[in-house]
């Protein structure tokens, strides 16, 4: 395989884990924060988009860079049915 292309490869990889890391160190900040928690669930009951924006604002904050997709990637593979109803809504369905 040209040695180029591995390194691209490994690179693609190792920067897609890192954002996921992100995604999920961002997760469990705010999982643990009660009252970012409740403002997020506050703005996601009217306005999931807009959720999505702040959470991603809060990564800014607190320096852990995440982008939108990165944040739905991550909350697709919880398990939890409250979780998926929300990626839904976020999605533009419902």
Request: glycine content about 4%; hydrophobic content about 40%.
């Given at each position: 395989m040209?040695?180029?292309?591995?390194e691209?490869?490994?690179?693609?990889?190792e920067?897609?884990?890192?954002?996921?890391?992100?995604?999920?160190?961002?997760?469990?900040?705010?999982?643990?924060?009660?009252?970012?928690?409740q403002?997020l669930?506050?703005?996601?009951?009217?306005?999931p988009?807009a959720?999505?924006?702040k959470?991603?604002?809060?990564?800014?904050?607190v320096?852990?860079?995440?982008?939108?997709?990165?944040?739905?990637?991550?909350?697709?593979t919880i398990?939890?049915?409250a979780?998926?109803?929300?990626?839904?809504k976020?999605?533009?369905?419902?």
């Amino acid at each position: 395989m040209n040695k180029m292309l591995l390194e691209g490869i490994i690179y693609k990889y190792e920067f897609k884990n890192n954002m996921s890391s992100n995604a999920e160190k961002l997760y469990n900040l705010i999982a643990n924060d009660s009252k970012r928690k409740q403002s997020l669930f506050l703005t996601a009951l009217t306005n999931p988009k807009a959720a999505l924006e702040k959470i991603c604002t809060i990564g800014k904050e607190v320096n852990i860079s995440v982008t939108k997709e990165e944040v739905i990637e991550y909350l697709s593979t919880i398990d939890d049915e409250a979780t998926k109803m929300w990626l839904i809504k976020a999605r533009g369905g419902l």
